[in-house]
């Protein structure tokens, strides 16, 4: 009887020739979901279809099996399903785990390795709060907080004194446990020993067999000049101790830099307004202005316009982790007086006679230039 000839790799899985990786994994992914055995118990072809699908995927998922299918077709690759179904293993459990949610599914963890028990600890988060000022100029804190920490007694084995973790009896020290799947073998966490493939049966009596201590720890914080709101400081090793005399995990200071009731911070520049009277602003003045380290003089010119900014040099914030500093930016805000007395009126009527201004409206740009030309 003549022996049924194979359909071509690519119309089994109705694809083009032209496919890429992406688009040869996902037609096979709908077409193992609809044929899947397990599926489909009472209908023999689905099974036939489903080896049909798979041997067409192990051979197109890989690029030299590929490029040697294309060129030569079956004949190159008849290791690849001779016989029906005999073809060769691929790596399958992406595509069934996110269809059947198997988790563990065909030997996640390395074959049936059993996963190492020696772990590395918790990373830890501490917060701080600084000061404006403090943030400038830098801060030093003792942090206290608590954390994990290896039990002397059993020098972090979880197990008593004398005693030692045995072999897990479920999984005979492999860490996994297998089971069948209807069409396939399935492999999943031991969860006697949580694939450690061993268990602790006399547990330390100070730590409970967890191997570490919950206590509390001291850190000396020196907070750099120039830091800003949210920066994290690192500190390496300070966080929980590792299980199982795995390395300790870290610990992040996360710093918090309350407002400041005038200056406001772009980077490591620094932000104020400063009110000036009229008089001042018309026939300039030199006033006291504050900065971070106390006040600071600052001459307004003759004919001061509402708005203008100055900038002081290296008034600023300290740059972080470098040298130099930012710089005092100060707006000039010309107050109206509100309330004025008989005199001071009689006088700023006859002032506002010698003045000859035309109130014609203009666009807010050209007011801008005229604002940059006076500061």
Do not use: W
């Amino acid at each position: 009887m003549a022996t049924k000839s194979k359909r071509d790799y690519y119309e089994v899985l109705g694809i083009m020739r032209t496919a890429t990786e992406v688009e040869i994994k996902s037609a096979y992914r709908k077409l193992a979901l609809q044929f899947h055995p397990d599926r489909n118990p009472d209908n023999p072809d689905a099974e036939e279809r489903f080896k049909e699908c798979s041997e067409a995927y192990s051979v197109l998922s890989d690029g030299d099996k590929r490029a040697a299918y294309d060129r030569f077709g079956h004949a190159a690759v008849n290791g690849a399903g001779a016989g029906g179904g005999g073809f060769e293993t691929v790596d399958f459990s992406e595509i069934f785990g996110e269809m059947f949610g198997f988790g563990d599914i065909f030997g996640q963890q390395g074959g049936g390795r059993r996963r190492s028990r020696v772990q590395r600890g918790s990373d830890l988060r501490e917060d701080v709060t600084l000061t404006f000022e403090e943030a400038a100029f830098g801060a030093e804190r003792t942090l206290k907080y608590r954390r994990r920490e290896t039990c002397e007694e059993c020098k972090g084995s979880g197990a008593a004194a004398g005693k030692a973790a045995s072999q897990c009896r479920q999984c005979q020290g492999r860490g996994q446990v297998r089971f069948q799947q209807g069409f396939f073998s399935i492999s999943r966490t031991c969860p006697a020993c949580q694939g450690m493939g061993t268990v602790i049966e006399s547990p330390c009596k100070r730590c409970h067999g967890e191997g570490n201590l919950l206590r509390d720890h001291t850190l000396e914080v020196k907070i750099p000049a120039g830091v800003e709101d949210g920066t994290r400081i690192l500190f390496n090793g300070h966080g929980d101790a590792g299980a199982h005399g795995g390395p300790p995990g870290d610990t992040y200071i996360i710093l918090h830099v309350k407002e400041h009731p005038i200056f406001e911070r772009e980077g490591n520049d620094l932000y104020c307004a400063v009110p000036v009277s009229f008089a001042q602003a018309a026939l300039g003045d030199e006033i006291r202005i504050p900065t971070l380290e106390g006040e600071a003089n600052l001459k307004v010119p003759e004919g001061t316009q509402t708005g203008t900014t100055f900038r002081l040099r290296h008034k600023g914030m300290p740059i972080l982790n470098a040298s130099g500093r930012g710089d005092l930016y100060v707006e000039v805000k010309v107050q109206t007086p509100t309330k004025l007395n008989r005199q001071q009126r009689e006088l700023m009527q006859q002032l506002s006679q010698t003045f000859s201004v035309e109130n014609k409206p203009e666009r807010r740009s050209l007011l801008s230039k005229v604002k940059d030309i006076f500061g």
